[in-house]
């Protein structure tokens, strides 16, 4: 029972809850996975806790059946969050250390790295990530390991990753009304690059955007360390309200139309009909409407174009966007869409590829694995960096609560 | 007592309300009319309102956002389905370059279209002074209303207000001169004539039509028709030509003493000055109003052709410039958000990307 993970993904349109083995040789399998849909949450954040509680009991109880119906019985304590959302934010940080002797020594990096590492978080913020970059040595930049060069002053860069401390913390109190204790946040999008990411890609310079249903994150690697990352407050659930107000649709049927019809790209659709039928649902007054093929692709190309024009400026501004020599990878649920991969070439210029997560095992028959990666990543992530600890712990009290 | 009309004006917008009402006065007597708005201010002024939009934009227009005047008529426009009874032509009244002209108009043809009721839309463009934005919104609308109604005619205000009209009181004329031009129109179908032009014949005349000019002009004293004429082949309401005249419609209004040579005048004045393949005429008999007086109004149609500037609709947004919206004014009201409304905002050079990116980029979506 030892050397296993758990971690819980609250999202705006799903809730997932994945259980992560170490294999021999060091790689993970993630041997159960669940998802149930999300309630009372927007834009990646908790509206409304006793929902959102209810979405974590459910995923809960659904992971449970599956470990029954498989012969294997694992009743879950803990579990790492991951975390999105638009309050998570990555501040750049690095103090400079002496050089002891006349060269740089183990110990010269050990002292940049604990000083890069001192920097307080404020009150209101919670730490999810310090990610350390390139060492300067001097004046010089972009030294992966300074070991033996001479010089005086070195310091480390940094990335401290850090998110809204109440947002994180309404998460955390909606899953111990579920009796799940949350053991660390984890940011989604760096996890996903964790599980889905080649080392050369990153050297070479990759975008690695995560199309989730609140919000987007995106982290930029180049020289084989993350040099920029942010999250925006637009996912896929705002195409779906914009399919719903376009076409005075529920978002249940504006959420159909986006999966079975829509398209990220506008044009050919040779051999598709060219109207839509909308799922009347509960409504049999409406059985026979139809909408313009043509009209929902405008929408949703209108949206994620959008989406894709902001990162690519934000990309222009960090001077970033030039430097994308491995192309673009795409995870999330949002990396579903039908063209999405033809939009984001048009976009960025450069060659896009679903983000499967590699470095993860168990996941192979999955039918839509990248938007698995962020919470596959997490695992990854946990087996890496954390002590092990029994998932089982924390699991009392749920136990008794039953 | 409301007219029993097979004809019905609609009045749609803040601009087109004030149109109808004009007609209205004008005409003298009571009209079969209904004014659509998203705005309930142009409700106050009486007459039969039907506010659209109530729930999504509460009462406050629309923004000048076409879309969300779309949308709001989208929803709603079947509330005018109270006034249809025993339509058989519609004539709406508005103005383009706001959000409800264009957008509700679209709709309401398409909505009258589906009840079988040919619609004809008099429509003015926003003068130049008004701004990009709105010339922009005009013409992007233009060509859809004009593929949804029987017949269009468009209506520039730069041509209809001379460039020495009082500016301070350009906009409160023009509203007067399309009304005038209408009731003369109206009082052709409506009143009892020599040559009758009743609700069917113009059905059957407007049937198709597609994108029309219109003029009108009343004259009197002696050799009003020679002057009548003249001055019909000077408007510019009349001069702008993207194509051959396919048919005419020529309408006389006059009082007991119209001869019979002034008709001849006008008619072949008008038939050798626009052409057209086909020609009509028809002529109202009004002492009351027209006692001394010649009015002359002429329909040209030109079919097949497109709006003037009518932008067709592009394979893809892609390559579509970015347009920012002027700071704090989105298009849309807080009600745009939809289900994002209680969440935190997310703006990105000063523009609300949780609003539809469809609303705030003015994209069409009539296909």
């Not at chain 1, 955007?209 to 084989?224: E, M, N, P």
């Not at chain 1, 995870?331 to 063209?339: K, L, Q, T």
């Not at chain 2, 409506?190 to 032009?197: A, C, F, T, V």
């Amino acid at each position: 029972m030892n050397n296993i993970y758990a971690a819980l993904e609250l999202g705006t349109t799903r809730t997932v809850l994945a259980i992560g083995e170490a294999e021999t040789g060091g790689r993970l399998k993630v041997t159960c996975h669940a998802e149930t849909p999300s309630a009372g949450v927007r834009k990646s954040q908790i509206l409304n806790i006793q929902d959102a509680t209810q979405s974590i009991r459910s995923v809960l109880r659904e992971i449970e059946r599956k470990q029954e119906a498989s012969g294997a019985k694992i009743t879950i304590g803990n579990a790492f969050l991951v975390v999105s959302g638009q309050h998570v934010r990555a501040d750049p940080f690095s103090a400079p250390v002496q050089v002891e002797g006349a060269r740089v020594t183990a110990e010269d990096m050990e002292a940049a790295i604990r000083a890069a590492h001192s920097m307080p978080t404020s009150r209101d913020r919670e730490l999810l990530d310090i990610v350390e970059q390139d060492y300067v040595l001097d004046s010089m930049g972009g030294i992966p390991s300074p070991k033996g060069m001479a010089g005086r002053l070195l310091r480390l860069n940094t990335l401290h990753v850090h998110g809204d401390r109440n947002r994180i913390q309404d998460a955390r109190t909606a899953a111990d009304a579920a009796h799940l204790e949350i053991r660390d946040p984890l940011f989604a999008t760096t996890c996903a690059a964790e599980a889905v990411l080649e080392d050369h890609e990153r050297k070479n310079g990759v975008l690695l955007i995560d199309l989730g249903g609140g919000s987007t994150g995106y982290a930029v690697y180049s020289d084989g360390y993350l040099a920029a990352m942010e999250v925006i407050g637009v996912g896929g659930d705002h195409v779906t309200n914009d399919i719903a107000h376009a076409f005075q649709t529920t978002n249940t049927q504006a959420e159909g139309l986006k999966i079975r019809e829509a398209s990220a790209t506008v044009g050919g659709d040779d051999g598709a009909s060219a109207r839509v039928r909308v799922d009347p649902g509960e409504n049999t007054l409406l059985d026979n409407r139809t909408i313009s093929r043509r009209a929902l692709n405008v929408v949703v190309n209108a949206r994620l174009l959008e989406l894709f024009t902001v990162i690519r400026e934000r990309l222009e501004e960090l001077d970033l966007i030039h430097r994308l020599h491995a192309g673009v990878v795409l995870v999330g649920g949002g990396a579903r869409m039908r063209n999405i991969e033809a939009l984001a070439e048009q976009a960025f210029g450069a060659s896009v590829r679903p983000g499967r997560p590699i470095h993860v095992d168990g996941l192979e028959d999955e039918p839509f694995a990248p938007s698995y990666a962020a919470i596959a990543g997490a695992l990854l992530y946990a087996h890496r960096n954390y002590e092990e600890k029994s998932i089982l712990d924390g699991l009392l009290g749920r136990f008794f609560s039953r | 007592m409301k007219s029993d009309s097979p004809m019905l004006l609609i009045g749609i917008g803040t601009a087109g309300c004030a149109i109808a009402r004009g007609v209205g006065r004008a005409f003298g007597e009571d009209i079969r009319c209904v004014l659509v708005d998203t705005d309930a201010t142009s409700g106050e002024a009486g007459g039969d309102f039907v506010l659209i939009g109530g729930d999504r934009l509460s009462g406050r227009g629309a923004g000048g956002n076409i879309v969300a005047g779309r949308l709001a008529a989208e929803v709603s426009i079947r509330m005018i389905d109270d006034h249809l009874e025993d339509v058989r032509l519609a004539v709406i009244v508005t103005a383009l370059g706001g959000g409800t002209g264009g957008g509700a108009t679209l709709e309401a043809a398409k909505h009258l279209a589906a009840h079988g009721i040919p619609s004809v839309v008099f429509a003015t463009t926003p003068f130049v002074f008004e701004g990009d934005d709105r010339q922009r919104n005009s013409r992007g609308v233009m060509t859809m209303i004009e593929d949804a109604a029987n017949a269009t005619f468009f209506l520039p205000l730069d041509k209809l207000i001379g460039d020495t009209d009082n500016m301070a009181d350009a906009l409160r004329r023009a509203v007067d001169t399309v009304a005038s031009g209408v009731t003369l129109f109206w009082r052709l179908v409506e009143k009892p004539g020599y040559i009758r032009l009743d609700t069917e014949r113009l059905r059957h005349l407007l049937a198709g039509a597609g994108r029309g000019r219109f003029a009108a002009v009343t004259v009197q004293g002696p050799g009003r028709a020679a002057e009548a004429v003249d001055r019909l082949m000077r408007s510019e309401m009349l001069a702008a030509s993207s194509g051959p005249v396919k048919s005419a419609l020529c309408g006389i209004l006059a009082g007991d003493d119209l001869l019979l040579s002034e008709v001849g005048t006008v008619a072949d004045g008008v038939r050798n000055a626009f052409g057209g393949l086909s020609f009509d005429l028809a002529t109202v008999n009004d002492e009351a109003t027209f006692s001394g007086r010649l009015s002359v109004v002429v329909m040209l149609f030109e079919a097949g052709t497109r709006a003037e500037g009518g932008e067709p609709a592009s394979d893809s947004v892609m390559g579509s410039r970015r347009r920012r919206a002027p700071k704090g004014v989105l298009g849309v009201g807080p009600s745009g958000r939809g289900r994002f409304k209680n969440a935190e905002p997310t703006v990105w050079r000063d523009e609300d990307l949780d609003i539809p990116t469809f609303i705030r980029k003015n994209l069409s979506l009539d296909f």
